[in-house]
């Protein structure tokens, strides 16, 4: 039970995009285009739901040998290999998808969810299967965010946008409106 | 594969030397930190000891080191103490000290806010087999509304929760809301702590739910002293 | 002197965050009044000079398949450093920042001008780079932290000077935070846009002359 409250509450509650603030660059720089927005999607909930469970290891390693100050440096090594991988795998399989994430793909290693997932991991003592879970909802909860932007940014395409909110500006107003909504859901469960 | 070797030494080289310096900065931090953090924890407590609306402490003395403050815990566990049927919880380790001829209880509970728990500490004064509560101080609600239920930490809200009487605390603790009724002058919002009913709705308007986490929270401590067999 | 330069490109034409759109996640975060802003932009500065300062020195030895593990990893042990001296000196603000101190590993103004500059320059260069682009990045902080802390609770770094009537708590809230920072890029893009035609029209009364 408790694992679905995670679940949801990562999601729809505190989401990381509309609520936490992480994932803004790629929340911003691959919403143009539904496709990328889906690949990009697939690629981070895989990575961050591997990172959760390969930092969740290394945390425990970590502290049980005092080095607990190490761990920035240790998750963001890993993370940055995984990412590597991830880009090895996708571009084997699906070079077409490789071709559209283009340069957002190694930009993965630089987005604040996946370090910062295993950061809150770490900071709320969860267990391995409690971080795996947050891990995957946190990243579902960015994608959901992500493609819901996604197509409002493709409708916003044909629509008269004044000159000086054209592209980013205009982004972030319509991403204020997307956080305002997704306000409605706090209260909605009681972890 | 001779180059592969050459740079993972490299990269190893450039790690060993940063996690040496790291290292370094960290075993010199170490004692601030650890100080700061003690402080941290200590100010809540030490301002909770103090007699509501005084200066004066209930205690002889406030620890003023991590050693000397452990030796204060009465009750401690790996979690949390005790968790009650609607998420408020009573947090490990928990304080008792002795005062002049009164139990202080220096206790850490939380209740379910709005956007998460809402963390208190609380001194609860024992006299003569009578339980009542001195003073909270709410040390973590950073998931509250600000404006709203971020208010919880304003005086005035919090001295609406002190000095609550033995009869109010074995009522129960509820916010004026929740009762239906709202107090006019002085005198009725303390008749009405004597009963339980703590007024906040005039000092945190159209907030509710935060302060009624404080007082599901201190409902939950007193279910667990009973539990305990302190009171 | 081409050297000033380095330290003036990052204020204003080439802020981070402002024109290049770089470490957002920190500016929408961080921002919810002024001084907490400032922390922040602050300690960005420390790590991003002392990072530079560090690249820049090492840049011929560094050999470039695995530039940016190394990078990474001299940026994480300087935030690492960062962290535990905000946990020991400056405690309150350290707890208000929380994990976004960790996150100014991945703040891509510190990656970004790594990979762009301090790789590149030399060390006079890199800091007064660094100390340009952070300080840059601090200020576009702190305006948004000091327009979200006025509108949203009618103080500015702590004093309180309006009444609890006009509070717009919004602004402390994500939506407010999205919203101005959608509104401070509009505005500084009109200012740009009205830049340029003026300059057209100087241009073309040039050339009619």
Redesign the interface.
């Known amino acids: 039970m408790r694992l679905l409250l995670i679940f949801i509450s990562a999601v729809l509650i505190n989401n990381f995009v509309l609520s936490r603030f992480l994932g803004i660059c790629p929340f911003l720089g691959v919403s143009k285009k539904m496709d990328s927005a889906v690949g990009m999607s697939i690629a981070v909930i895989f990575v961050i739901t591997l990172s959760s469970a390969l930092t969740w290891f290394l945390n425990q390693l970590l502290i049980s040998l005092g080095l607990g100050f190490l761990t920035i440096i240790v998750f963001i090594l890993v993370i940055a290999v995984l990412v590597q991988f991830v880009e090895f795998f996708i571009k084997k399989t699906s070079p077409s998808l490789y071709q559209g994430l283009g340069i957002y793909l190694p930009l993965i290693t630089t987005n604040c969810a996946v370090l910062g997932v295993a950061l809150i991991n770490s900071q709320q003592n969860y267990s391995f299967i409690e971080s795996v879970v947050n891990g995957f909802s946190s990243a579902v909860g960015f994608s959901m965010a992500l493609i819901i932007f996604a197509a409002i940014r493709e409708r916003m395409e044909f629509s008269d946008v004044p000159a000086p909110f054209k592209g980013t500006a205009i982004s972030l107003i319509t991403a204020s409106l997307l956080s305002l909504a997704f306000m409605g859901f706090s209260g909605l469960v009681k972890l | 594969m001779k180059d592969y070797i050459?740079?993972g030494l490299?990269?190893m080289a450039?790690?060993v030397v940063?996690?040496f310096?790291?290292?370094l900065?960290?075993v010199v931090?170490k004692p601030?930190?650890d100080?700061?953090?003690f402080?941290?924890k200590v100010s809540a407590i030490e301002s909770v000891l103090k007699k509501a609306g005084t200066d004066e402490l209930l205690v002889e003395s406030v620890p003023n080191s991590a050693e000397k403050l452990n030796g204060y815990i009465y009750k401690k566990a790996e979690g949390e103490l005790f968790k009650a049927s609607n998420?408020s919880k009573v947090l490990s380790p928990l304080y008792k000290f002795a005062g002049k001829n009164q139990e202080v209880y220096v206790i850490t509970f939380s209740g379910?806010g709005?956007?998460?728990d809402v963390v208190c500490v609380g001194a609860f004064i024992k006299q003569d087999g009578v339980l009542t509560l001195n003073k909270i101080e709410v040390i973590n609600y950073s998931n509250e509304?600000?404006?709203?239920g971020a208010n919880i930490s304003l005086e005035q809200v919090k001295e609406r929760f002190s000095v609550i009487p033995g009869s109010g605390l074995e009522n129960g603790v509820k916010v004026n809301k929740d009762v239906g009724v709202t107090a006019q002058t002085e005198e009725e919002i303390k008749y009405n702590k004597s009963q339980g009913v703590v007024q906040t709705s005039d000092v945190m308007t159209g907030a509710t739910?935060t302060p009624r986490a404080v007082a599901n929270g201190i409902n939950t401590v007193i279910e667990y002293l009973r539990k305990e067999g302190e009171i | 002197m081409a050297d000033i330069k380095n330290l003036t490109k990052g204020l204003i034409k080439e802020n981070p965050l402002f024109i290049q759109v770089l470490g957002t996640c920190p500016a929408l975060a961080t921002t919810t009044n002024a001084k907490n802003a400032l922390g922040m932009g602050v300690a960005v500065i420390a790590v991003l000079v002392l990072s530079n300062i560090v690249i820049s020195v090492i840049r011929k030895m560094v050999p470039n398949k695995i530039r940016i593990p190394i990078f990474i990893v001299v940026i994480a042990s300087f935030v690492t450093m960062i962290d535990l001296l905000m946990h020991a000196f400056t405690y309150d603000l350290w707890k208000v920042l929380g994990i976004f101190i960790p996150l100014i590993v991945v703040n891509c103004v510190l990656m970004g001008r790594a990979e762009a500059f301090a790789s590149k320059n030399g060390v006079v260069d890199s800091i007064l780079d660094g100390i340009g682009m952070g300080g840059g990045y601090a200020l576009a902080l702190f305006v948004m932290g000091s327009i979200r802390e006025i509108l949203g609770n009618g103080s500015w770094l702590g004093l309180s000077f309006l009444p609890q009537a006009f509070k717009m708590y919004i602004f402390i809230l994500p939506p407010g935070a999205f919203i101005t920072f959608g509104i401070l890029i509009a505005v500084i893009n009109a200012i740009n846009l009205r830049k340029e035609k003026i300059e057209k029209e100087k241009k073309k009364a040039g050339e009619t002359k």
């Open positions: 050459k740079t490299i990269l450039y790690m940063t996690g310096l790291v290292a900065v960290y931090t601030k930190v100080e700061a953090d402080r941290s998420g379910v709005f956007g998460g509304t600000p404006g709203l739910i």
